[in-house]
């Protein structure tokens, strides 16, 4: 079965710091993933996705995610994180009909 | 498009009682889905529909039923609620098939308490 481990359930960082959230799956057939974040009281928003070509993924705000299939990763980092990507972050997984996330980590940025 | 809709956006229940919950996607998405959100747990995938007719149990599927009998809607009904079924319900939908379009587009969820 699918599972999608994400090392860190809560990550303090200072603003303009740089971050790394993990992110582990484990799969025998080839996935699709995805990096979803979730501002309070709101619903799940993409982030970035890995599909299949470059090994690196962008999202427009400044995260970027590397596919590492060698260890099963995808970690997501930004070079310099702002006091507004304080949200709860979540790595997932799909393959087939369905998708696994991971238990989300939540990012919170010290002015 | 309005995308994915919920409702309600909270709702009580008593133990024992039953409900309905709403989800509504007007991007003719095959793919529609429910999860569960909770503390420490993530998400977790309680039933999903390929198509209008078809349905399947994700990985807590138990206390829910579901039905699709358009490719628009796609209600989750709790038939006889209990505290355990206190959490926030997010409704997905996305395009089937392989490439570029698995992305799930989310509902805004509704909060429901069982008391």
């Known amino acids: 079965a699918q599972s999608v481990t994400q090392l860190d359930s809560q990550v303090p960082v200072f603003e303009e710091a740089p971050v790394e959230l993990r992110c582990n799956y484990s799969s025998s057939v080839s996935v699709y993933l995805f990096w979803y974040v979730q501002y309070p009281n709101q619903g799940l928003q993409l982030l970035l996705k890995?599909?299949?070509?470059?090994?690196l993924v962008e999202s427009i705000n400044g995260f970027e995610a590397e596919f590492n299939k060698s260890q099963t990763s995808f970690h997501l980092r930004k070079p310099s994180v702002h006091i507004s990507d304080t949200a709860e972050y979540f790595c997932?997984?799909?393959?087939?009909?369905?998708?696994?996330f991971g238990t989300g980590t939540s990012l919170t940025v010290i002015p | 498009n309005a995308g994915v809709t919920q409702t309600p956006k909270f709702q009580v229940l008593k133990t024992g009682q039953s409900m309905t919950l709403q989800c509504a996607q007007d991007m003719n998405h095959e793919y529609m889905s429910w999860y569960r959100q909770d503390p420490g747990m993530g998400l977790r995938l309680i039933h999903y529909?390929?198509?209008?007719?078809?349905?399947d149990q994700g990985e807590v599927p138990n206390g829910y039923n579901v039905s699709r009998s358009t490719t628009e809607d796609f209600p989750l009904r709790l038939l006889s609620a209990a505290p355990s079924q206190t959490s926030v319900y997010f409704c997905?939908?996305?395009?089937?098939?392989?490439?570029?379009?698995?992305?799930?587009?989310f509902g805004p969820g509704t909060r429901l308490t069982v008391l």
């Open positions: 890995y599909l299949s070509g470059s090994t």
């Open positions: 529909s390929v198509g209008a007719g078809i349905t």
């Open positions: 997932a997984a799909n393959t087939g009909n369905q998708f696994y």
């Open positions: 997905a939908s996305r395009i089937t098939g392989a490439g570029r379009y698995n992305e799930q587009f």
